[in-house]
């Protein structure tokens, strides 16, 4: 499978990547480079908004930080 890169340097992953991976809007995705490879892998257990993997509390099924909690609470 391969896809082309577009003018920004972006690519998309094919539907059924993404749902084998359960890769959905927002998700993080870690970028690893080994030799002449290069690794993407979806970034467990951190907070849907900024990234943080502190103290993580669950918010309509995706992880929160409670930083991030605090903000959302304010609405």
Request: with cysteine; charged share 30%.
């Given at each position: ?18 749902r ?7 998700d ?48």
């Open positions: 499978m391969s896809r082309k890169v577009d003018d920004l340097g972006r690519i998309v992953l094919p539907a059924e990547i993404r084998s991976f359960d890769i959905r809007e927002g993080h995705i870690d970028i690893a480079v080994d030799e002449q490879k290069i690794i993407l892998s979806k970034q467990l257990n951190t907070c849907t908004f900024c990234g943080s993997g502190e103290a993580l509390r669950q918010f309509r099924n995706h992880p929160v930080c409670p930083s991030c909690l605090a903000e959302l609470k304010r609405f």
